[in-house]
């Protein structure tokens, strides 16, 4: 193992946000530790216009 890797503290991952892909997630809600347990997150999913638009945009982005 090299020495380097052995001394330096292991990072802690960035939760990525959802609904904003390749952002990370800003905890913009208060008492939220990520998007598992985020509101916004929740409602979109649960809801099926959301879903259906959210999908949409994320097509459009790809090019698709």
């Known amino acids: 193992m090299d ?8 990072r802690k991952p960035q939760p990525k946000c959802p ?3 390749g952002e990370p997630c800003t905890l913009c ?17 649960e809801d099926e216009e959301l879903q259906a638009e959210w999908a949409a945009r994320r097509r459009a982005e790809r090019g698709l």
């Open 3 to 10: 020495v380097q890797t052995a001394t330096r503290p292991a």
């Open 19 to 21: 609904l904003r892909p």
């Open 29 to 45: 809600q208060l008492d939220v530790t990520g998007p598992q347990d985020c509101p916004v997150v929740f409602l979109v999913r």
